[in-house]
C-alpha cells in the first residue's frame, strides 16, 4: 500500500471574485487606530489612566479589535460572499490538528526567541504593550479572568479574521504566490502591533501562525495555532495581575 502523506491544500492561490481588496484592509486598520485614540481621549477628558484603571485596560485591549473585526466580517458580507468563503473560515478536525502542531511549534520557538530577546534589550523592555499595562497592577479575579480568557482565546480569532483572513485575501486578490503572501502578512502582522522594538520577536511569533493558514489554506488552524501560542503569555497575565507571580 502507497503511503498517505500530507501535502499542503492549496498549491495555488484560489481565484478570488470578491469586490473587496487591499483598501478594505487599510480601512480596517485606520477604524482600529482611530478607535484606540478615541477610547485614549475619551479617558484623558475625564482623568483616567491607563496604566491604573482596569476598566481602561480593558475596554482599550478589547474594544478596538472587536470593532474593527465586526466591520472585516460585514465588509466579507456587502462586497463579497461572506466570512466562510471570502476568510476561508473553517474549524473543523483538521483544523485543530494541523494548528495544534503549528501552535506547539511556535511556542517552543517564542519561548527560544523571547528568552533571547530579553537577554538583549532587558526584561522591561521585552514586554509587550500589555504586559506593560497590567506591570504592578492588581485586578479583581473577574477582570483578570476576563483579559485570560480575552489574550487566550479571543483575541487570537479577531486577529487572525483580520490578518491571515482579510489581508491574506486581499494579497491573494492581487495574484501574489503564496509564499508571497504569507511573507508580507507576517511582516505586516508583526509591523501592525506598533511595538517597534519587538517588531523582530513578534515576526517569529508570526510565521508558525502564517505556516498554518499557508498549510491548511484554511483560517481555522491559524487561529488554532495562534491560541496556543497565545496560551503562556496569557496566564502569565493572569498570575501577575492576581497577584500570584511577580511581574
Do not use: C
Amino acid at each position: 500500500m502507497t503511503p498517505v502523506t500530507e501535502t499542503p491544500a492549496e498549491t495555488t492561490p484560489r481565484i478570488r471574485d470578491h469586490k473587496w481588496g487591499f483598501g478594505a484592509f487599510l480601512l480596517v486598520f485606520g477604524v482600529y487606530i482611530l478607535t484606540a485614540v478615541v477610547i485614549g481621549t475619551i479617558a484623558r477628558m475625564y482623568g483616567l489612566n491607563k496604566t491604573d484603571s482596569v476598566a481602561v485596560i480593558l475596554v482599550g485591549t478589547m474594544v478596538p479589535t472587536a470593532l474593527t473585526t465586526l466591520l472585516a466580517l460585514l465588509v466579507t458580507k456587502l462586497r463579497g460572499n461572506g466570512p466562510k468563503i471570502d476568510l476561508r473560515w473553517s474549524y473543523t478536525r483538521a483544523d485543530v490538528k494541523a494548528g495544534f502542531k503549528f501552535g506547539l511549534l511556535g511556542l517552543v520557538s517564542t519561548t527560544i526567541a523571547g528568552t533571547v530577546w530579553t537577554k538583549v534589550v532587558g526584561e522591561e523592555a521585552a514586554k509587550s504593550s500589555i504586559g506593560q499595562l497590567v506591570n504592578d497592577l492588581s485586578m479583581p479575579v473577574a477582570a483578570a479572568i476576563t483579559l485570560f480568557i480575552y489574550v487566550w482565546l479571543i483575541g487570537p480569532v479577531f486577529e487572525e479574521i483580520i490578518y491571515r483572513g482579510l489581508l491574506w485575501g486581499a494579497l491573494e486578490r492581487l495574484n501574489m504566490g503564496r509564499w508571497v503572501v504569507f511573507g508580507l502578512t507576517t511582516v505586516i502582522f508583526a509591523i501592525s502591533h506598533l511595538e517597534p522594538l519587538r517588531t523582530s520577536l513578534l515576526l517569529v511569533v508570526g510565521i508558525p501562525i502564517g505556516l498554518a493558514r499557508l498549510y491548511t489554506g484554511r483560517l481555522g488552524a491559524s487561529i488554532v495555532a495562534h491560541q496556543i501560542n497565545n496560551f503562556v503569555p496569557a496566564l502569565a497575565i493572569l498570575l501577575t495581575t492576581l497577584g500570584v507571580m511577580q511581574p
